[in-house]
T-cell receptor
């Protein structure tokens, strides 16, 4: 079992460029999440998907969109990247909406 | 507004010592209080969790102490080892409804041999 996988591991974008972060889980979990981690701020929820076919905003959704492609995959899109979106992005999954979340290894994104 | 306040920001402990990390919250609706451990370059991993009707939970060298009246909880790492060096996040969970996990700002623990 690979658990939660994320691609890419690192990315550098110029302001205004777009990109999609990919996430997949092989634990047959229903719920998936996207967080960003910034120094001194902990992890903040961007979007989540309680189950296949549903997505909802978290604490910091502005500038992002998500797609729950199927039960395994949940992608995060930045349509027009801004320097404020420089961060480490983590995808997580859980059986249902729960504190017991399993995190991927993260994507380090730099926007210049 | 930070839902869960965590201190200290960083902590250095000698091998064999006790590491203590503290957290506080305001929302009495929170119903689980997990701790996550994160090694450099990795994602956080659930370490231990406690419910608010329990005052203490122990798993190996890791203990959560919970003070419901003070709305505070803490992680104690007994006999700290260099392998425990990581960033620790406390969190609070609302098991019903949406945005269900709120993280503290993290404590970077360094255990020196």
């Amino acid at each position: 079992n690979a658990g939660v996988t994320q691609t890419p591991k690192f990315q550098v974008l110029k302001t205004g460029q777009s990109m999609t972060l990919q996430c997949a889980q092989d634990m047959n979990h229903n719920s998936m999440y996207w967080y960003r981690q910034d120094p001194g701020m902990g992890l903040r929820l961007i979007y989540y998907s309680a189950s296949e076919g549903t997505t909802d905003k978290g604490e910091v959704p502005n500038g992002y969109n998500v797609s729950r492609l199927n039960k395994r995959e949940f992608s995060l899109r930045l349509e027009s990247a801004a320097p404020s979106q420089t961060s480490v992005y983590f995808c997580a999954s859980s059986e249902g909406l729960s504190y017991e979340q399993y995190f991927g290894p993260g994507t380090r994104l730099t926007v210049t | 507004q930070q839902q869960v306040k965590q201190s200290p920001q960083s902590l250095i402990v000698q091998k064999g010592g006790i590491s203590i990390i503290n957290c506080a919250y305001e929302n009495t609706a929170f119903d689980y209080f997990p701790w996550y451990q994160q090694f450099p370059g990795k994602g956080p991993a659930l370490l231990i969790a406690i419910r608010p009707d329990v005052s203490e939970k122990k798993e190996g060298r890791f203990t959560i102490s919970f003070n419901k009246s003070a709305k505070q909880f803490s992680l104690h790492i007994m006999d700290s080892q260099p392998g425990d060096s990581a960033t620790y996040f406390c969190a609070a969970s609302l098991q019903t409804g949406a945005n269900n996990l709120f993280f503290g700002t993290g404590t970077r623990l360094t255990v020196i041999p």
